[in-house]
Structure formats: C-alpha cells, structure tokens
C-alpha cells in the first residue's frame, strides 16, 4: 500500500506503508544512530513525534522484549529508506512490521531520508503527519491544524508511572536514589541498580516532602516535550534545592536548570543520535555520546545563577551538562545510559553521580 509524510510547509515525501495502516501527526525529526531502533521506538521521550531514520536499512535484527525501554511505543510513525521485512538475528523474537501494527503505528518505507533530513535541517523540526491508510489531502491537512505541536505541551505527566514502586532494593545498598519520573528509560534504572543502589520511582508529580523521603539523592529522569510546560515539578525541585543532592538527564537537566533560576530554549530540529562527541572541560577527554532532546539550557543564564559548564556539545557549542557545586545540582544533557549507543559515558551513572551525591 502507499504512503505519505506531509509537512507542514507543503513539502511531502512518498513511499510504501509498513507496520499499522493508520494517519497520525507529529513532529517529524531524524535520530542518525546506525543501530537501536527499537529502544528509539520505546523512548518515552520520542512520544507524539515521527522518527526518520538516517541508516539506509531497519529491521533486520528483529526486535525482542529484552530492548523495550517501556512498555509501549511512543512516536507516532517511524521513517525509513528500507524497512526491511526478513530479520535474523539469534536474540530477535518478531519482525518490526508486527511489532509496529501491534501497536497501531504506522510505518513509511522507500522514502528518500537523505532529503527528508536536509529539509529538515535547513526548515527546522515541524508539525507533520504520517499517512498509510490512503486518507485524502484535505483530510491530513486536517489532521496537521489541529495538533498542538510540541511546546508548552507537558507530556512528561503523561508518560510517568501512576504510582510509586520500588524497582531495586538490595539488603545493604551503597546509596539511595529516588527517581522522579518524567518518562525514565529502563536502562538509567538497570545501571542505578548495578552501583547496589536502592532506586524508587515516583510519579511527576510527587510532593517535595514524599520526593525527599528516605533519599541519599534525588534523580529527575528524561522525558518529551517541553521543560517550561512543567512548571509543578520545576515548584517540587525548587523547594529541594539545597537540602539534598539533584540529579538530572535530559529533560532532568533542563528542569534542575530551571529550578535554579536558568533558562530554555527550543533548539531548531535537536539532537538525536548516537554519535554526538562531547567535550568534558574538567579533563578535556572528548566522550561519543548518545543523544535525544529538542530543547536546551543557555549557557549565559546558567552562569548567572552560579552554575558552572562541565559539558559541551562539539557539534555546535551547546551545554551538555553542568554543576551547581553549593546547592548541590548536576544535570547532564545527554544519556550516559545509551541504550542505544556508546558506552563512553555510562561511567556517569555507574560512578560520578554516586560520587557527587556523597560529596567526593
């Protein structure tokens, strides 16, 4: 069956349906990992966006419930230059096509993505709509009116677990770690769990006092959409400061930073990858990293409120982490956890944040 991406400006790109046969909207970006297609389609942070791929081929290690970093799926549509519908590997439990229909989303096959990705480049991340159910123009056009779009949005809240739970607790933990849940990754919590931790997870939006409970520190989790349309957690964070050690990644460094009076901004089409090198200023060592967030914190306003840059994007100079040293911040831009990605900086949360928190 046929398909179609329709941007926002007009401009659309043609292809094959694969996976549901379904119209969705949402904002169209490209992640140019050459691998972790799956763990990209189970990122919380990925909610309500349509993921172009940049590697030519996906599919063809199958997928397995083993690379779930959720649940469920969260973009709305998947892109690629060939999906490919026969896979082998000896860890794959299914196909991608099944996986995709199974969960309603829609899939385009066959789609020039070295263009799609220039376009996108050159016009910045949009509003877009994933067609493979043979709707008419009029009725996607529609469909693109009516979405909201991504800022202001508080998708973190809807992506959060609804209730407390304790996902490691080992009879003499080495430290204890609340994690406040904005869409947190599994993999951030498997290796929480690897440094003997205690790790509990609270919903987005838990009290200050219930946060704090019975913590060594407290770590705010990556998550979607706008840090700014969050403004109950930013209230929780900032009445933390300065009685315990914060932790943050991703969206989890975008709201520590504003909580201490730093601000956001919403970069033009992000970054989203496995390859971004970044630059640790302490030791000048330079880290691959992996990487997914559309928005980011100005460097200006965090020197104003007394932070200092740890870390910076090589690609184009933006912060990648910072630190707070006497309120006892940290926040980390990109994902030390990978999944999927290098493994350069999983020494962050195997060692520096347990370190930070105790003080050394």
């Not at 196909?95 to 990705?117: F, I, N, Q, S, W």
Request: glycine fraction near 10%.
């Amino acid at each position: 069956m046929g398909g179609i991406l329709l941007l926002e400006d007009g401009r659309s790109f043609s292809g094959q349906g694969f996976g549901a046969s379904a119209s969705l909207v949402g904002e169209i970006v490209f992640n140019t990992a050459m691998t972790g297609y799956q763990e990209v389609l189970t990122d919380p942070s990925y909610r309500e966006q349509i993921v172009a791929m940049t590697v030519p081929h996906v599919g063809n290690t199958g997928v397995n419930a083993s690379d779930e970093e959720s649940a469920v799926i969260h973009p709305r549509g998947m892109v690629a230059r060939s999906f490919s519908k026969r896979w082998s590997n000896h860890r794959a439990e299914g196909g991608l096509d099944h996986y995709l229909r199974a969960a309603g989303v829609p899939g385009l096959d066959g789609v020039d993505t070295r263009a799609l990705v220039r376009h996108i480049r050159q016009k910045g991340a949009m509003k877009a709509v994933i067609s493979t159910d043979g709707r008419p123009a009029a009725e996607l056009f529609e469909l693109l009116e009516s979405w909201p779009g991504m800022s202001g949005r508080a998708l973190a809240v809807e992506v959060s677990t609804p209730k407390v739970y304790t996902y490691a607790d080992p009879d003499s933990p080495t430290w204890k770690v609340n994690v406040l849940d904005g869409g947190c990754k599994q993999n951030i919590l498997r290796l929480f769990a690897q440094t003997g931790a205690r790790v509990r997870v609270f919903p987005a939006h838990t009290p200050a006092n219930e946060l704090a409970q019975d913590a060594d520190a407290v770590f705010v989790s990556n998550g979607p959409g706008d840090p700014a349309a969050l403004p109950k957690m930013k209230a929780t964070l900032q009445s933390l400061v300065g009685e315990l050690p914060l932790l943050g990644i991703c969206l989890g460094h975008q709201l520590l930073a504003l909580s201490l009076g730093a601000e956001t901004y919403k970069l033009a089409f992000g970054h989203r990858g496995a390859n971004h090198p970044v630059k640790d200023l302490a030791t000048g060592r330079v880290e691959v990293t992996s990487q997914n967030h559309g928005f980011c914190v100005t460097q200006e306003s965090l020197e104003a409120v007394g932070a200092r840059v740890t870390h910076v994007n090589l690609n184009d100079k933006t912060v990648a982490g910072f630190v707070h040293e006497d309120k006892r911040v940290m926040g980390i831009q990109y994902h030390p956890e990978a999944a999927p990605g290098p493994h350069d900086a999983q020494h962050l949360l195997l060692e520096r944040f347990a370190r930070f928190t105790k003080g050394a």
